[in-house]
């Protein structure tokens, strides 16, 4: 299929040629069509599907269509796009710069932690769509700046990761602030309860949208993994990015003091890195993703958080230097290399401890992750054990209590 026989308008057709999109994502091509029929949505897909074109294209048509038809020249906040990361929401602003290029539509991006003058200024000025993450847009509705009453599309992006970063309650406050009429889209990439009590709140008689599964998305991906102790996974890192064909790497680590202290080794080893998490100032998590995508470094130390959904084509390779206690945070991770089709690799250090987040992870994903041998910091033993031994038995507390002992890590603010 190919983006004509979307019913796209031209100057979006034209935009998508500017970007060199030939053909829809599977996402795309199912969504589009009900959006454009101005159904409402539950799409279940993660970030590197091409879920954001999926949503801002169509809504980019409607809106222009219906200014058309109305003849309106004012700019009044008519779409809403509310997204979990000053990251996301910035990718989706350039994403809605780059596909809206040939329509006279305004938008702007807020989110927290800069000043919120420019954010003012700009919505006085008039903007018709606004990407927004949820505390930040609390915050300028209670000062009166921005309303939402002539919302007629409402995106609600990545709505398991408001969950997690405990952003719920700030988002049913801004729900219960759009009219009732409107068209709702919701993207998430998991679907646990809470999700779908949240998507059955807003959603009217949705249209149910699910494109690869996470599970079967890191098919392209070369994935692999190491044994070692925890002690030796610096050296086993240095050794590892010896190998030049590691063109970019985006390194994983659960805690943010953790990705400074690896960020400083690397240096010190000669490896040219930064560090990007949510205790970094905007200005310099934007420039350390600046650097990175300019490959003026090579490594990008990352918390989850921080990373979600950071969208950088061509990164070669993805290296958990901690693996997740929580597997579906393992995918997401993988997912920022082999995007749009490309090849990537993951590689994985496994430490005893977390011998069984790695099994939680191949029962989530259906596959066996091949593990390396003999390297120089191999622990032999480790390949004979399936489960953890000895002090690593939680029973039937086992993901609760683990999951609990790591949720900081997944509920600090980006
Ligand atoms: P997303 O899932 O929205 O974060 O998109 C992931 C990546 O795919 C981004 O780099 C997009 O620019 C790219 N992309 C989205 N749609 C297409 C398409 N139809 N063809 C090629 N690349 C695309």
Not at 99 to 123: D, E, K, M, N
Not at 367 to 394: C, E, L, R, W
């Amino acid at each position: 299929m190919s983006f004509n026989n979307l019913q796209l308008i031209e100057p979006v057709l034209q935009a998508l040629d500017k970007e060199g999109y030939t053909h829809p994502t599977p996402v795309q091509e199912k969504s589009i069509p009900v959006i454009l029929q101005k159904r409402d949505l539950l799409g279940c897909a993660q970030t590197g599907t091409g879920k954001t074109a999926a949503f801002v294209l169509p809504i980019l048509q409607l809106m222009h269509e219906e200014k058309q038809n109305t003849e309106q020249t004012q700019h009044k906040i008519k779409a809403l796009v509310l997204t979990p990361t000053r990251e996301l929401a910035i990718q989706i602003g350039e994403s809605i710069r780059a596909y809206g290029r040939y329509l006279p539509l305004r938008h702007h991006v807020i989110f927290g932690g800069v000043s919120q003058h420019t954010q003012v200024q700009a919505v006085r000025r008039g903007i018709d769509i606004l990407v927004a993450t949820p505390g930040r847009l609390l915050d300028l509705m209670q000062q009166g700046h921005v309303t939402l009453r002539d919302i007629q599309f409402f995106v609600l992006d990545e709505a398991d990761r408001m969950l997690d970063m405990g952003f719920v309650h700030d988002v049913k406050r801004i729900i219960t602030r759009l009219p009732s009429k409107r068209q709702t889209l919701f993207f998430s990439a998991t679907m646990p309860n809470e999700i779908k009590q949240l998507a059955s709140m807003l959603l009217n008689n949705p249209v149910r949208v699910e494109v690869t599964p996470p599970a079967t998305t890191v098919d392209l991906i070369q994935q692999s993994v190491y044994y070692t102790e925890k002690h030796n996974k610096q050296s086993l890192l240095v050794h590892l990015l010896k190998d030049s064909s590691i063109e970019n790497v985006l390194l994983f680590t659960q805690m943010k003091h953790a990705a400074d202290k690896l960020a400083r080794m690397l240096n010190n080893a000669g490896i040219r890195t930064e560090a990007i998490h949510g205790n970094k100032a905007q200005a310099a998590r934007q420039r350390a993703l600046e650097n990175f995508k300019a490959k003026r470094t090579r490594v990008l130390v990352a918390t989850d958080i921080a990373a979600r959904g950071i969208d950088i084509d061509e990164l070669t390779h993805v290296i958990n230097f901690e693996l997740p206690n929580v597997p579906e945070t393992y995918v997401h991770r993988i997912g920022r290399t082999g995007r749009a089709g490309a090849k990537g690799v993951a590689i994985s250090f496994c430490d005893w401890s977390e011998k069984i987040f790695l099994s939680d992870i191949q029962k989530l994903i259906k596959k066996t992750i091949p593990v390396v041998k003999s390297h120089s910091f191999d622990v032999p033993g480790m390949h004979d054990i399936i489960q953890p031994a000895g002090n690593f038995s939680y029973g039937n507390n086992r993901s609760g209590g683990m999951r609990k002992r790591h949720s900081r890590a997944f509920t600090q603010r980006a």
